[in-house]
Each structure stands twice: as structure tokens, then as C-alpha cells.
């Protein structure tokens, strides 16, 4: 395998946070909906719930809890195969909820127009398939992925089976997980678990002819 340059990597880093600010634009959007949380976050809801209740600790919040299963993912995955885990999935890690909160700002007053439950399903489907276009760039910039989407990745890599398929399959179970622990999932959870895969296997080699042609265009230019 060719070593990468200083250059490339910086190039691949560039796409992949043009990616994850496309993909948290559709996220905010989703979320604006009211009609449920993401797969992820429903897991992450219900955890917090469950050792909230055991432990009643007040420091055991949303945030912190995302953080330390994001870290015990990429610690496992080191462990799997290290070399999934690169600079790109730090920056996921801890750029997402920014993007989030600077969109939520920017985007709550469209979410005013969407009041009635058909309008806000469209606003989650709207969501879900940006969401799924910029986490396909994200994946093929090969700089790094977010620690919940490298899960779908690596099970993906490793058993031979589409990605669509993979990341439907560990929506459905984080969503389950989560719900059964006390989170709460909503239509939107289920129309992003049903969603976000299949719409994702459709982009990707369509993102990957993109970014590898971007990033052949650019190493020319700066050269």
C-alpha cells in the first residue's frame, strides 16, 4: 500500500470535514423534526437513563455518556484492527456536537414551518439523506469515520456483507438497545433505521469517484 503524503492526508482530512458538516446539517435537521433521535443517541439516551437510575449521580450526563462509549468503540477497534482508527474519527468525535449546536441555532427557525406530523416526516426523510450523503463522503475520504458509523464499517469489512445491510442491521439493534434501556425512540428513529443504510449503499461508490477524484485534481494543483 502507498505510503500517503503530508499533503494527501490534509487533503483527505479537508473532504472528510466537508462530509461530517454535511451530514450534521442533516442530523440538526432530523433532530428539528421532534419525531425521535437517531439510532446512536437513543442508545446513548437509554444508557444514561439506566445508570442514572442505578447510580442517581449527577455528573451522568447525555454528552458525557456519548463521549465514553465513542472512546470504549475506538478503543475496542483499536484493539480489532487499529489501523480503522485514524485522526479523522478524533475530529468526528469532537467536532459533531458543535456542528450540531451551530446548525440548531441556524436552522430552528425553518423548523417553525414544518408543524404538522406528514411536513416534519418529510423533514426527517430530507434529514436522513443528507445525513447519508455526507457520512459516505466521510467514509471514502479514508481519513477516519465517527466511532458509531466505523461499527457498521468494520462489520461490514470483515464479514464480506454490504454496508447497507450492516448499518440498517446495527441501527436496528442500537435503537432496540437503547429503547429497551429507556430511551426514547420515536417515527423519525424508525425511518432513519430504515433509511440512512439502504440511501447510504446508493451514494458511496457514487462519493467514492468524487472524493478520489478531488483529491487527484487537488494534489496537482498544490504540487
Known amino acids: 500500500m502507498e505510503k500517503r503524503t503530508k499533503k494527501e492526508w490534509i487533503i483527505r482530512s479537508a473532504i472528510l470535514m466537508?462530509?461530517?458538516v454535511i451530514a450534521h446539517?442533516?442530523?440538526?435537521l432530523f433532530l428539528?423534526?421532534?419525531?425521535?433521535?437517531?439510532?446512536f443517541n437513543v442508545l446513548v439516551q437509554g444508557i444514561t437513563r439506566k445508570l442514572s437510575d442505578m447510580a442517581g449521580l449527577s455528573f451522568i450526563t447525555h454528552g458525557r455518556v456519548?463521549?465514553?462509549i465513542c472512546i470504549i468503540i475506538m478503543i475496542v477497534l483499536i484493539i480489532i484492527d487499529r489501523s480503522y482508527v485514524k485522526i479523522g474519527t478524533i475530529l468526528c468525535m469532537f467536532c459533531g456536537g458543535p456542528i450540531i449546536d451551530f446548525f440548531s441555532l441556524v436552522l430552528k427557525?425553518?423548523?417553525g414551518l414544518f408543524v404538522s406530523i406528514p411536513s416534519r416526516v418529510i423533514m426527517v426523510a430530507l434529514g436522513c439523506v443528507i445525513l447519508a450523503y455526507g457520512m459516505t463522503i466521510v467514509i471514502?475520504?479514508?481519513?477516519?469515520?465517527?466511532p458509531n458509523d466505523l461499527v457498521a464499517v468494520v462489520i461490514s469489512d470483515k464479514t464480506g456483507k454490504s454496508f447497507s445491510i450492516t448499518r440498517l442491521v446495527t441501527d436496528a439493534v442500537f435503537t432496540l438497545a437503547g429503547f429497551v434501556m429507556g430511551g426514547t425512540a420515536g417515527i423519525g428513529t424508525i425511518i432513519c433505521v430504515v433509511l440512512v443504510g439502504p440511501v447510504a449503499g446508493i451514494f458511496l461508490p457514487v462519493n467514492e469517484k468524487m472524493v478520489e477524484g478531488i483529491i487527484r485534481f487537488l494534489k496537482v494543483k498544490i504540487s
Not at 25 to 28: A, E, I, R, S
Open 18 to 20: 466537508a462530509g461530517l
Open 25 to 28: 446539517f442533516g442530523v440538526t
Open 32 to 39: 428539528l423534526s421532534d419525531l425521535g433521535s437517531d439510532p
Open 66 to 68: 456519548h463521549m465514553g
Open 109 to 111: 427557525p425553518l423548523a
Open 140 to 146: 471514502k475520504s479514508d481519513a477516519g469515520t465517527g
